[in-house]
């Protein structure tokens, strides 16, 4: 197996994963990363040592063209990810995650190259009915908007000019190596918090609902994807949900994570509550029967997913 696959934010939580797999499984991989401690630790953590490794950012073209020497598929995982950031910092989410997204569009409708792009479910807003790619996008955060911005370019590109693209809407990854922190998502920084004996925070009245995808579930999606962008043009243009459609409430979540975690640990932790966070959506439960067409089905339950992580994140 000879093709390159260039992966934007190739060091990143989805990135990492990603990238480590497209390794095990022969392929030549190219990662584009800006530089930075955590993503240095990344490329050791995951073993990225066998790839080709570029630092910078998708800001840059001449930067970008320099990564795309060789490559057969662009998967574009880069991007700022992060709620309450945007809302504090809302232009520079909009300059990476649009325009970084614009310049990626350049390059490969220049050198012909097809783009597997990484969107989200943020995109589309609270709707009470289950999200399908045919639901209105609806995105109650700045940062929502700048994925739902990037999201159309891409396939206004596909109508536009002609280029082969597709673009996955996942619905909240978990797994190894996800970012904690002030930035960071729920499951590590609450795990760490428990681990540490700091109560845990929930905004709202906990009743808001996501569904939670385990990372080796969304990487098993991708790998049927790339096969398809790289031999087909099955999913050109197509927007695909990645979703397990099962509703959890972030009460039971917190529940479920305390319930884990004491029986490892002698935690003391408990729940707080705070008032609700200005752009949080309520509910986010997908349809990704389109997805499951292609043979494919989520392994990891909620439970089987924190119990992974929890292994592999912190040793328990």
Same mark, same amino acid.
């Given at each position: 197996?000879?093709? +390159? ?17 497209? %390794?095990?499984?022969? *392929? ?16 050791? !953590? ?8 570029? @630092? ?19 998967? #574009?995982? /880069?991007?700022?990810? $992060? ?9 520079? *989410? ?8 614009? #310049? %990626? %569009? &350049? ?9 597997? $792009? ?15 790619? &045919? ?13 739902? /911005? ?5 396939? /206004?590109?596909?109508?536009?000019? =002609?280029?082969? /693209?597709?673009?996955? !809407?996942?619905?909240?990854?978990? =797994?190894?190596?996800?970012?904690? =922190? ?6 590590? !920084? @609450? ?5 540490? #004996? ?11 609902? !996501? &569904? ?28 695909? #949900? ?19 975690? +004491? ?31 292609? =043979? @494919? ?14 292994? +592999? &994140?912190?040793?328990?």
């Amino acid at each position: 197996m000879n093709k +390159r696959i260039l992966v934007t934010g190739g060091t990143g939580f989805q990135g990492s994963n990603l990238s480590k797999s497209l %390794l095990d499984q022969g *392929y030549n991989v190219t990662i584009l990363n800006t530089p930075g401690e955590k993503n240095d630790r990344n490329v050791k !953590r995951f073993e990225l040592e066998g790839a080709k490794i570029i @630092w910078g950012s998708i800001n840059n073209k001449d930067v970008i063209l320099k990564a795309l020497e060789g490559v057969d598929l662009v998967i #574009n995982t /880069a991007a700022k990810i $992060h709620v309450d950031d945007s809302i504090k910092h809302p232009t520079k *989410y909009f300059q990476t995650n649009v325009m970084g997204t614009h #310049n %990626l %569009l &350049e390059a490969v409708r220049e050198l012909d190259i097809p783009l597997m $792009h990484i969107s989200t479910c943020e995109v589309y807003g609270f709707q009470d009915d289950e999200l399908n790619e &045919e639901s209105p996008l609806m995105p109650n955060s700045p940062y929502a908007a700048s994925k739902a /911005a990037a999201d159309r370019m891409v396939y /206004a590109y596909v109508v536009t000019y =002609g280029i082969k /693209a597709c673009i996955i !809407r996942p619905f909240n990854v978990f =797994g190894f190596g996800q970012k904690s =922190g002030e930035c960071g998502a729920v499951i590590p !920084r @609450w795990s760490n918090m428990i681990l540490n #004996n700091q109560d845990i925070m929930i905004y709202g009245d906990g009743k808001q609902s !996501r &569904e939670f995808i385990h990372i080796n579930d969304v990487i098993s999606a991708y790998d049927i994807l790339i096969d398809k962008l790289l031999n087909t043009d099955d999913i050109n243009g197509k927007v695909i #949900n990645i979703g397990t459609g099962v509703e959890v409430f972030i009460k039971e979540l917190a529940d479920t994570l305390l319930d884990i975690l +004491r029986q490892k640990t002698n935690s003391t932790s408990t729940i707080v509550y705070e008032d609700a966070r200005p752009g949080e959506v309520k509910k986010f439960i997908s349809n990704s029967d389109y997805m499951k067409s292609f =043979g @494919w089905e989520p392994k990891y339950d909620l439970k089987k997913g924190l119990t992974d992580y929890l292994k +592999r &994140e912190f040793n328990l």
